[in-house]
């Protein structure tokens, strides 16, 4: 009977390749072809007249999750410029104070910069249908978020997914009163 | 050991065959499309938003922020309304061109695909 154990450059040699193969799959295809995205019908007419996601998003600001781009940092250098209203009547409104959402645990304090959302939203996306303009008056939970409610509409669906929990837990509670202090009013 | 390098390589060979997905933010609308006889229809959120702010299709054309909860049919983008304020062959193509939008592979459900984030335990 032959020895049941491999040896060590058997691993090496079938199962590394195989270990890295994610990997290499992810890096890629940073953006997947239309064809193999596995929601457009690759033998369908549009394949060949629709934009590739690569071909458009490859020259804006790169980030690390989503569409790999940074959309804020977009819109603010330049490097894109949607249009705002369809309508000359719309009145196109943008808010730039910071909220500071503290009751988060054991958590960084959430910073929400009103400029940024509204930069590309209306008022009453989020007012007063699934924020009430009243602090305090939103209870708020990651589970509800998770759930899709509240931040969740966007954020694990268009805008930046809730994976970078960072980015909007960003204020240590210790450079709380420092950092409202500079923040916009 | 031989164990842990057996959960190891089937695992990692799970997520290497797990199928490819759609671009963050893809939204597959099949409300009525198949059922009509047309492939469901593709909207590519990341082209629309290079072009268009949020507030153009949510606030002035009154889409809801939730896939499945816009009840949009032909004749009303035929009359101009949701797509049809920009798809009518002056800002964007017209109606004609069924095949450009109705691009879906047959069976997808309606909802928002695309990334590992989406496919987690929300609502989408």
Redesign the interface.
Known sequence: MPDM?YSRWF?AIF?IP??L??FL?VAG?K??ELS???????D????D???Q?AE??SK?PQDT???M?N?VKALEEGA?N??????PE?K?QVRNNDLFLENTGEMPVVRFPHRAHT????C??CHEKYFISKEGANPITMMKI???KYC???H???AF???ECDRCHSVPRNKLEQIKAKSRK | MQKYWCLVIVGSILFWISPLQAEYGDVVLNKRAEREGMPPVVFPHWFHRIRFRCKVCHSELGFEMRAGSNNVTMQEIIDGKFCGMCHNDEIAWGVENCDLCHSGRPGLKSRIHGGHSTAGPGIW
């Open positions: 154990r691993y199962f195989i270990l193969l994610p799959s295809s953006w997947r193999n995205d596995n929601i457009h019908d690759p369908g007419p549009a394949i007249v629709l934009q996601p458009a998003l804006l999750s989503g569409n781009v959309w894109i949607p249009r705002t209203n369809l309508w719309t196109v930069l590309w939203l209306d009453k996306n998770l759930q899709g969740g509409r966007c694990g669906a268009v997914p809730l994976t």
